[in-house]
């Protein structure tokens, strides 16, 4: 192997075990892991930049804007209260309404910003309750990991993967992955009652205090509100339709944001661009240019010859090699940077014979979004939810989440290897 690509191998090693070890911010260290790229003459500027898949990054962008200026109308904790009230107040029914609309919002807004959006409304209910939120927290995780696989937009890996391949549209996203996300929501459900349903009791008169509250009054800017929603629902009516009007999803993406930040005047535009993610933006570029490194120098055409030379190119076994792959690897690893290595290998492989290359992109985003429900640090939602817990008085351990993810996370893939091998070779 070349000095070049040794070079390579050793940045990339060093700069995932430090995202790993998380001593310092992994935005910093993805950076500086893709800037030693450039600095040690393994890929120029220029192709560092043509690496860097400004359709994730601008997609990433326009949603964050729309939402938080969504989230600015109190839209959200609305629907969390009036979702509450349904339940009677019984920590159980909440639980699950609070789930299954984690599950939906992370399918349509991505799980990052679901999150960020429940789980203040959650502290706030389970506070009132006076009952533990880690249950509900934990619950809450696992299901915007799920329900984010469902959608091109719903998870980090689906939007890298959705932009890589220009054939994989946001309908066949929704026809290819949505179905097997029902089936796991609907098999996981009644297992979290089971797990939960003794941590979360309360006093009927407590019940009857959420029952008094009222959810309208979380609603405080009716005129913006119709403006957010309005925007969001052609937002996504343009990603159904994208193909067809030969527009990319970032595009639509940031063309609802423009327009919202047009209807809604300046103060509101300063105010949602301090809200975007700038971190997780720039921890993108770096992963980005970090991969372009392997890329260039060869490792990952080794890479990908060697794993069809361990499944000798039988399709089903490369499909059930890159599921569990992906789904153990993300359990450990974040499952970002996973996937974006993990997008040129399949690629390449589509230059070595495999012929249809779409079994094997799905096995990745099932893989990699369940995959993220294994611990702790799997995936990017967790650590926020795991973050601002903790800030409030409920840390959730490491151990004591992998307890419950680790198993629930199984379960999940053996789901999606069932429905992989019947939906697409038999």
């Given at each position: 192997m070349e000095q070049q690509a040794i070079l390579a191998i050793g940045i990339f090693l060093v700069t995932y075990s430090m995202i790993i070890a998380e001593k310092f911010h992994r935005t910093i260290i993805a950076m500086l892991g893709g800037v030693s790229m450039v600095i040690l003459g393994i890929v120029n500027q220029e192709a560092a930049l043509h690496h860097i898949d400004f359709n994730t990054l601008g997609l990433l962008i326009g949603m964050m804007i729309i939402v938080s200026i969504t989230a600015d109308t109190g839209l959200f904790k609305y629907i969390a209260l009036f979702s509450a009230k349904k339940a009677k107040g019984d920590?159980?029914?909440?639980?699950?309404?609070?789930?299954?609309?984690?599950?939906?919002?992370?399918?349509?807004?991505?799980?990052?910003?679901?999150?960020?959006?429940?789980?203040?409304?959650?502290?706030?209910?389970?506070?009132?309750?006076?009952?533990?939120p880690v249950p509900f927290l934990i619950t809450q995780i696992l299901a915007s990991n799920i329900g984010g696989t469902a959608t091109l937009i719903g998870d980090p890996p689906n939007i890298m993967i959705g932009s890589a391949v220009k054939e994989l549209t946001f309908m066949s996203f929704i026809n290819n992955l949505t179905p097997i996300v029902v089936i796991i929501m609907a098999c996981i459900l009644p297992i979290f009652v089971l797990l939960f349903r003794k941590q979360v009791t309360t006093t009927p008169e407590l019940k009857m205090s959420i029952m008094q509250m009222n959810e309208k009054d979380a609603l405080t800017d009716r005129t913006l509100l119709i403006k957010s929603v309005s925007v969001l629902g052609l937002t996504i009516i343009g990603f159904f339709l994208h193909q067809m009007l030969h527009l990319e999803s970032?595009?639509?993406?940031?063309?609802?944001?423009?327009l919202l930040l047009l209807l809604t005047g300046e103060h509101a535009m300063e105010n949602a661009f301090t809200k975007v993610e700038w971190t997780t933006i720039f921890f993108f570029v770096g992963l980005f240019v970090l991969v372009s490194g392997l890329v260039e120098t060869g490792v990952i055409s080794r890479l990908a010859a060697q794993a069809i030379a361990l499944?000798?190119?039988?399709?089903?076994?490369?499909?059930?090699?890159?599921?569990?792959?992906?789904?153990?690897?993300?359990?450990?690893?974040?499952?970002?940077?996973?996937?974006?290595?993990?997008?040129?290998?399949?690629?390449?492989?589509?230059?070595?014979?495999?012929?249809?290359?779409?079994?094997?992109?799905?096995?990745?985003?099932?893989?990699?979004?369940?995959?993220?429900?294994?611990?702790?640090?799997?995936?990017?939602?967790?650590?926020?939810?795991?973050?601002?817990?903790?800030?409030?008085?409920?840390?959730?351990?490491?151990?004591?989440?992998?307890?419950?993810?680790?198993?629930?996370?199984?379960?999940?893939?053996?789901?999606?290897n069932i429905y992989i091998y019947v939906r697409y070779f038999i």
């Amino acid at each position: 192997m070349e000095q070049q690509a040794i070079l390579a191998i050793g940045i990339f090693l060093v700069t995932y075990s430090m995202i790993i070890a998380e001593k310092f911010h992994r935005t910093i260290i993805a950076m500086l892991g893709g800037v030693s790229m450039v600095i040690l003459g393994i890929v120029n500027q220029e192709a560092a930049l043509h690496h860097i898949d400004f359709n994730t990054l601008g997609l990433l962008i326009g949603m964050m804007i729309i939402v938080s200026i969504t989230a600015d109308t109190g839209l959200f904790k609305y629907i969390a209260l009036f979702s509450a009230k349904k339940a009677k107040g019984d920590p159980v029914r909440i639980l699950i309404s609070l789930v299954l609309i984690t599950a939906v919002g992370s399918a349509f807004l991505d799980n990052v910003t679901t999150v960020l959006l429940m789980v203040p409304v959650t502290i706030s209910i389970t506070r009132q309750l006076r009952v533990n939120p880690v249950p509900f927290l934990i619950t809450q995780i696992l299901a915007s990991n799920i329900g984010g696989t469902a959608t091109l937009i719903g998870d980090p890996p689906n939007i890298m993967i959705g932009s890589a391949v220009k054939e994989l549209t946001f309908m066949s996203f929704i026809n290819n992955l949505t179905p097997i996300v029902v089936i796991i929501m609907a098999c996981i459900l009644p297992i979290f009652v089971l797990l939960f349903r003794k941590q979360v009791t309360t006093t009927p008169e407590l019940k009857m205090s959420i029952m008094q509250m009222n959810e309208k009054d979380a609603l405080t800017d009716r005129t913006l509100l119709i403006k957010s929603v309005s925007v969001l629902g052609l937002t996504i009516i343009g990603f159904f339709l994208h193909q067809m009007l030969h527009l990319e999803s970032a595009t639509v993406a940031l063309a609802g944001a423009f327009l919202l930040l047009l209807l809604t005047g300046e103060h509101a535009m300063e105010n949602a661009f301090t809200k975007v993610e700038w971190t997780t933006i720039f921890f993108f570029v770096g992963l980005f240019v970090l991969v372009s490194g392997l890329v260039e120098t060869g490792v990952i055409s080794r890479l990908a010859a060697q794993a069809i030379a361990l499944t000798g190119g039988n399709p089903i076994a490369t499909s059930m090699l890159i599921l569990w792959l992906s789904a153990i690897a993300s359990a450990f690893l974040d499952n970002i940077p996973f996937v974006a290595t993990m997008i040129p290998m399949i690629q390449e492989m589509g230059n070595m014979g495999v012929e249809n290359l779409e079994p094997l992109w799905w096995s990745l985003a099932l893989g990699a979004c369940l995959g993220g429900n294994g611990t702790l640090i799997g995936a990017s939602a967790n650590l926020i939810v795991a973050g601002m817990s903790a800030k409030e008085g409920h840390p959730i351990k490491f151990v004591t989440f992998m307890k419950y993810g680790f198993p629930l996370m199984l379960i999940s893939v053996v789901l999606a290897n069932i429905y992989i091998y019947v939906r697409y070779f038999i």
